[in-house]
């Protein structure tokens, strides 16, 4: 009855066009088109490369070349490409993700989303997969300007692995924890400032031994600062396993994601 | 706050619901959608709770927000084809972007987009999956009349092939044309349903009116008329018969017309409109 209706009153654009057949595509490929949408989103957008591209490379360029900041013994890249490595992961993971996700909650994208047959954790995991893509590209093109000026790594390439992946975990983890409890505009604002907080203040481009032996302690428990480090004795120092580092990064992990995951709010 | 709202929709059909701003019709949608858990009270669409059984729901059911829900950076056709990739079974994404007149803003991003072409590319959003029942809430706000007209053939295509929809709207004539139903809410409870017609048979009653020398015997008319009715004399010389107005009635009007010699001049027969009738229950007095 209904088919029969369809067929004869069917204007234009075909009998049927929209006669129901639903179902969610197969679960992997929707996560691998959300996590290509996330991806090229991201990498159009002018704010974003300036922050997790330009500043990183030029940071690295410049304070290698310009005998600005005193980075102890040894050459300046071998303390600098470290330590913009772990910039360049705060840069995506908290900053880059805080404030993109923020406005995506603002404008309904995550509420429109939410009523799509893509579940949450599936969303979640696409959000992950375009921070872990971006930041691929952000340490090859790093990695290939250190090694342009000079840059010799040393260390296990697994562990260099693992401290990045637990430094996104938690940078990610208090990224979404802000931009699921802020107003956009407040993310923007805060995500920002941290940014550049955590880029003098992390052991990012200044040693934290110039700071006084207090604030250094304190410094120290930071996760800019705790990657940064593990990275410095891995890749500079050739240490095995910074185990201290990767403690302060996975406490840091699961305090972002347990709070992200219990405070964030959708909508 | 919505209480003791009840709302059954028919497969296949458009259910408007209709109701002033802050009515509740945003709230009911939502619960609809699982967006909100209802205090108390049932909820089931396409049989299942849409809270807890949402992510069955999901893939069945194609939902058009009020505003909002594109990523401010992407492409228009970007987006409807990403939605249509989460679905297994799309319908054609050139063909729906062809016939929402949305050719233009493929390579827009989303932000730079007009008003009415966010409206569609979210209406297109909500079809593209091929869903059995489509949620709309208030989809030709803001529209320009082609637009709307884009819209409601849409809806009317939607119908024809089978896909239930639920929209909300505060436009009548939207409504009285859409509708199969239409409930009428207002402070979160549901005071009149119906088909438009019954409504407008219903709530309020029709109207006579003819011009004829002034100074006629209404109370002679009267008595020619069954119970119900009213007749009187608006102003001299114009007059108005008002009750279940039939072609019986009318037939009555004239032949006393006849008998008294009179010529009804402008007659015409006034069926209240869905207007009338959505005013004459939720009042007539703004509300914020």
Redesign the interface.
Known sequence: M??E??ET?????GP???????????LG??IR??AA?ET??LL??GEQLLLIIVIPTLLLTLFSSVDVVDTGDGDAVDFLAPGVLALAVLSTAFTGQAIATG??RR???L??L??????RWGLMTAKTCAVLVTEVLQIALLTAVALALGWSPHGNPATVALLLLLGTAAFSGLGLLMAGTLKAEVTLAAANLVFLLLLFGGGVIVPLSKFPGGVEAVLHLLPVAALSDGLRDVLRDGARVPWSDLGVLAAWAVLGLGAAGRLFRW? | MVDGLTLSVAH?SVTAVLGPNGAGKTTTIETC???RRPDAGSVRVLGLDPWADA?RL????G?M?Q????????RGA?MLR??A?????P??VD?LIE?LGLGSCGRTVYRRLSGGQQQRLALA?A?V????LVFLDEPTAGLDPQARRATW?LVG??R????SVILTTHHMDEAEQLADRVHIVEAGKVIASGSPEELCRGGAENSLRFSGRPGLDVASLLTALPAECTAVELAPGSYRVTGNVTPQLLATVTSWCAQHGVLPDRLSVERHTLEDVFLELTGKELRA
């Open positions: 209904r088919a209706t369809a009153t069917e204007p234009d654009g049927g066009t929209f006669a129901p057949r639903p179902g969610a595509a197969p490929r929707m088109a959300q949408l090229r989103l159009r957008n406005f995506e404008y309904g994208v509420k429109r939410g009523a799509s047959p893509l579940p909508e | 296949g959608e699982g967006y992510a999901r893939p069945r059911v939902v927000l505003s909002g829900g594109v990523y401010p950076g992407a970007e990403h939605t990739s989460l679905h297994a079974h319908v054609d063909a016939r959003m079809v999956g091929r869903p059995e053939d295509e939607l024809a092939d089978g896909v």
